[in-house]
């Protein structure tokens, strides 16, 4: 209970100590069940901290509950997952605590990966590939065929005198890989708004898991990519792993 206010050292300490018995409950918990685990309070920016610690001790994954809510909780929760997401250097693991399935022998059984025919959308199948090996997944290839008359004015133009492709065309190659590596796959090619297409594909495809590929863009390349992992971040109703790529311009 932290209900002494009588100075900001007193109730900072008091915080602290709320924090270190929690973490060492949690700690306690995960022992219990076999698991190596450790944790200590820190203070300051949450998300400049987190990145500071994870540069420090360099893990494989973060993983981090978030959600869509609005108010206090969203500044609390919902904006530090999308700092990590500009800044975080390993794959960061979301998952939308109220939508945890309790049945764990199906989890990730199918995983989406949202592909742009872009090197930087691509940077994603590594880890993909790994996940699915590991929890003997289905790979679910998703192409959006953006659909220029729902984007900006600004950026119509720009779009529209992009070279022409077969968005399904986009996919082959990656298709060819899976199989040549003995991975299962489904390929879709989704028309409309990037995020809005992808989520609605979510809840209709039975997805366990969406992995995809973010990075620092601006312009034309980050309205077709940048800005679509943290929109499916905010509103995701399954887990989110993305994976932050930088490439030279």
């Known amino acids: 209970r932290l209900e002494d206010r009588s100075s900001p050292e007193s109730y900072l300490s ?13 700690a306690g918990e995960l ?46 929760r919902g904006s530090v997952a999308e700092r990590l997401l500009r800044h975080c250097p390993v794959p ?28 930087r959308s691509a940077a994603i199948l590594p880890l993909a590939k790994s996940l699915a090996r590991r929890f003997e997944s289905t790979i679910v290839l998703a192409h959006v065929d953006i659909d220029i008359s729902n984007v900006p004015t600004d950026l119509a133009g ?16 990656t298709e060819r890989e899976l199989s040549d590596e003995g991975l299962p796959w489904e390929s879709k090619v989704l028309k409309g708004h990037a995020a809005d297409r992808l989520l609605a594909f979510i809840e209709e495809g039975d997805i366990d898991l969406v992995a995809m590929s973010s990075h620092g863009s601006t312009g034309v390349e980050r309205f077709l990519l940048g800005s679509v992992a943290e929109s499916v971040l905010r509103r995701c109703p399954v887990p989110l792993v993305v994976e932050r790529h930088s490439f030279a311009e």
């Open 31 to 76: 022992a219990a069940a076999g698991f190596k685990a450790n944790g200590h309070p820190v203070m300051g920016s949450t998300a400049s901290r987190l990145v500071e610690l994870i540069q420090k001790h360099k893990p494989q994954i973060v993983a981090m509950t978030t959600h869509g809510r609005t108010g206090v909780s969203r500044v609390l």
């Open 14 to 26: 008091a915080r602290l100590h709320h924090a270190r018995l929690h973490l060492e409950r949690v």
């Open 92 to 119: 960061l693991m979301m998952i939308n605590p109220d939508r945890i399935d309790a049945d764990l022998s199906t989890i990730f059984k199918r995983i989406l990966v949202p592909l742009d025919g872009s090197e």
């Open 158 to 173: 720009t779009l529209a005198a992009l070279p022409e492709s077969n968005p399904a065309q986009l996919l082959e190659p």
